[in-house]
């Protein structure tokens, strides 16, 4: 089962950057794929994913360009991110692989968040609302969250960025991380959501004074935040509640 998972997880990987890019260069997603160097179609077995990469060491077949790691390393991320949540599993029953699914959609929809808003710097509409609505229907059909839960969750975390929005007139953040604070509302809960933004200020923190110690960065440098609130999410709805115990338990 975990191999099988492992392979699914793979091939959402190798959608999730097609998707990337297509949706970035307004390209449709129901033609067959191609090298972005020599626009030649690509044939199913250099298609494969992570195998083709490797057996054709990182180089288009027809113009003999290099083929960017983030295909093989996204590829893997997904593979291995379908794998945790399948760790979990005790015994399978019909609640239970229902989560199993819901965690994988929103695995691809978090990193489809991360990967676009890394290359590109910003947070479509697409990738927000439609989870969100569907998980809020999703998390009151199985008791999973009270709508008055989530509400609280929606305002802290859309409410929070809204505020520094309007506070900095949209300097200090995008528009993309009020819509995804409300996103990580829904999938959390208001209980975890004050771990992610905690979680994702730390990271993000740490690796902007790595980056300006390294002169990569410059203090007024724009930094795709939304990554990190992806993170932060993640450790959160499968951690969070285990991180939370042991933080307690330091204060008592």
């Not at 190798?14 to 449709?28: D, I």
Request: hydrophobic letters at 55%.
């Amino acid at each position: 089962m975990l191999v099988y998972v492992f392979i699914v997880g793979l091939i959402f990987g190798s959608f999730l950057n097609a998707l990337v890019y297509r949706l970035h260069k307004k390209k449709s997603l129901w033609t067959r794929s191609a090298c972005p160097k020599c626009e030649k179609e690509i044939v199913w077995y250099d298609n494969i994913p992570v195998f083709s990469f490797l057996w054709l060491k990182g180089k288009c077949r027809n113009c003999h360009n290099k083929i960017s790691w983030q295909y093989p390393l996204v590829e893997l991320s997904l593979g291995i991110l379908f794998l945790i949540p399948t760790l979990f599993i005790s015994y399978p029953d019909l609640k239970i692989l229902v989560s199993l699914i819901v965690q994988w959609l929103i695995i691809f929809d978090l990193a489809f968040i991360f990967l676009y808003d890394f290359k590109y710097q910003e947070i479509l509409d697409i990738s927000i609302w439609p989870l969100a609505i569907f998980l809020f229907d999703v998390n009151y059909f199985f008791n999973v969250f009270s709508i008055v839960n989530m509400l609280i969750a929606v305002l802290v975390g859309g409410g929070f960025f809204l505020l520094q929005y309007l506070i900095s007139r949209g300097r200090w953040i995008g528009g993309g991380d009020i819509i995804l604070g409300v996103l990580m509302g829904v999938i959390l809960g208001w209980s975890n959501i004050l771990l992610a933004l905690f979680v994702a200020y730390i990271l993000g923190g740490i690796i902007g004074a790595i980056l300006l110690l390294l002169k990569k960065k410059q203090v007024n440098s724009e930094i795709p935040f939304g990554t990190f609130l992806v993170i932060g999410t993640l450790i959160a709805m499968w951690w969070g509640n285990r991180i939370v115990e042991w933080y307690v338990s330091l204060l008592r």
